[in-house]
């Protein structure tokens, strides 16, 4: 596609319910990122893909947070029994080659509400 | 452990006027990404350097980057309204292959 796309844009739950993201990156891109940006810890990194190989899972803040990329392609952060400090804006990017030598592209995010 | 820091982190302008935002960076790296993001809205790709002495210019905006100071500067200039927005500084954990961002500098450029 055009650009990185996310879904859902916004999603409201209640603490307790698992949710699942999705993100979409440009096609061909072999590398792929989660990050989340709220208001007290500004964006962080959570999880990177690199082609094949397994992810870097050292930004994931707990053992509730998982992901998965399908195909090189799509890619799910999956967080179970939300928690309210899980509220944050989830952001997705995607990079044509590793270590992001040609940068990175930002999908719009899905922004989480946790009720 | 790779920290970004940027300063300031709030910046009120005059329109005309020309200001300087830094970003620096604890450990060696030679790759600093910086993004605009307006309100509600997603990261906008404004500049990649990708080497000590890089400079990249777009429009009123310019990027360069020293490497051996850990040092990044953003130059505005001659500031209009439709700068104002949050820019955010991010350098490479090269070894590790993400981002990680300075806290962002909020930009308001007032007529």
């Known amino acids: 596609g055009a650009g990185v796309s996310q879904s859902p844009s916004n999603k409201v739950t209640e603490k307790g319910k698992d949710v699942e993201l999705r993100c979409d990156p440009i096609s061909g891109h072999t590398a792929l990122y989660w990050y989340r940006q709220s208001l007290g810890q500004g964006l962080e990194f959570l999880i990177y893909f690199q082609g094949n190989s397994a992810p870097d899972k050292s930004g994931l803040p707990s053992d509730r947070f998982s992901a998965e990329r399908t195909g090189g392609s799509v890619s799910t952060l999956t967080i179970q029994r939300t928690q309210q400090e899980d509220s944050a804006v989830y952001l997705c990017?995607?990079?044509?080659?590793?270590?992001?030598?040609?940068?990175?592209?930002f999908g719009s995010g899905t922004r989480l509400t946790v009720v | 452990e790779l920290k970004v820091e940027q300063n300031p982190l709030f910046l009120s302008m005059q329109e005309g006027k020309n200001y300087t935002i830094y970003c620096n960076y604890s450990t060696t790296s030679d790759r600093l990404y910086w993004y605009r993001q307006d309100p509600g809205k997603s990261l906008e790709s404004l500049f990649v350097l990708l080497s000590n002495g890089a400079v990249k210019q777009e429009g009123r905006l310019m990027a360069s980057l020293d490497t051996k100071a850990r040092l990044s500067t953003l130059h505005i200039t001659a500031a209009v309204h439709d700068l104002s927005a949050t820019y955010f500084c991010?350098?490479?954990?090269?070894?590790?292959?993400?981002?990680?961002f300075g806290k962002g500098t909020k930009l308001s450029v007032k007529p």
């Open positions: 990017a995607s990079s044509p080659t590793p270590w992001g030598r040609n940068g990175y592209t």
């Open positions: 991010a350098v490479d954990q090269r070894s590790q292959g993400n981002l990680i």
